[in-house]
């Protein structure tokens, strides 16, 4: 007795179901509140000598982070980087490397943003990451909107004149229409910490909750109730931390923001480190 052609279809149909049902099942969930926070890769060619007997290898460490970052579970919702790609701007070596470094996360579709620092060059970078040019204003800023918060990253380098801590006076003009639209807490962003900042964003409007940087290679807490403005330092996360290179899982929580600081070394000075923020 001949099949009929109609019971093969749909027995290719079920099994198709069965197959895409399985693949569904083991993809990672994604948690909307929680953000992976990272600054100062400074992704060299080689190891990196900063005197006799200390060597910092940031193609290593970064590394581990990605991979760390690839094996949570849930999977953070973005990855942010607040500068410092690259070490040295000899070629465009470091970006390439920083690159097929961070594929593993293209593959998986992890989400990250992308800052400057004072250590990138901005021709190179694009050159590298085309696709960038769209993403970011007014040079190299860019705003990112989530389910109970946004990021507003501002440009911190003069890169023209070497001078840290300016930003355009464009950026700063965006960053304020982007306030008086905003209803969600929001953090503003930059590479350089607040007290080096000669040229920076309005910080009085009430849905602000801190400033986040990097830059200073450590995690910290800094007050600033003169400026009412509060400040998170995130730690170098491949560079000069020695031990304490690390990166910080960063959760939004019912009454406040949680950084919880992940080392990268089994020694880290750091381990079990943690800033909580009330939401303003």
Not at 90 to 112: C, H, M, N, T
Not at 144 to 166: L, P, Q
Not at 238 to 250: E, F, Q
Request: charged share 25%; net charge negative.
């Amino acid at each position: 007795m001949k099949t009929p052609r109609r019971f093969f279809l749909w027995a290719t149909l079920c099994a198709f179901g069965l197959f895409a049902s399985a693949a569904f099942a083991d993809e990672v969930p994604v948690d909307e509140d929680l953000f992976v926070v990272l600054s100062d890769v400074h992704i060299h060619q080689e190891p990196i000598e900063m005197k006799p007997g200390l060597e910092f290898d940031t193609q290593a460490n970064f590394r581990r982070c990605v991979k760390e970052v690839l094996d949570m579970n849930p999977r953070p919702v973005a990855v942010i980087f607040l500068g410092d790609l690259q070490h040295r701007g000899v070629s465009d070596e470091p970006y390439q490397i920083f690159r097929e470094l961070i594929k593993p996360w293209d593959e998986a579709g992890i989400k990250y943003y992308l800052t400057l620092g004072n250590h990138d060059q901005p021709d190179r970078f694009f050159k590298n990451f085309p696709e960038w040019k769209e993403k970011m204003v007014l040079g190299s800023a860019w705003s990112a909107s989530f389910k109970n918060v946004d990021f507003i990253t501002v440009e911190t380098t003069d890169y023209e004149n070497g001078t840290g801590g300016i930003v355009p006076k464009a950026q700063l003009e965006w960053v304020k229409e982007l306030l008086a639209k905003e209803a969600k807490p929001v953090f503003i962003c930059g590479h350089h910490g607040w007290r080096v900042m000669k040229e920076k964003p309005e910080m009085t409007n009430p849905h602000i909750q801190a400033w986040l940087c990097g830059h200073f290679h450590n995690f910290r807490f800094i007050d600033h109730p003169e400026e009412g403005v509060r400040e998170v330092r995130i730690p170098t996360t491949a560079h000069s931390g020695g031990p304490n290179s690390g990166y910080v899982v960063m959760r939004v929580e019912e009454n406040g923001f949680r950084f919880t600081y992940k080392p990268l070394r089994d020694d880290s000075q750091l381990i079990g480190a943690e800033i909580f923020l009330e939401k303003k």
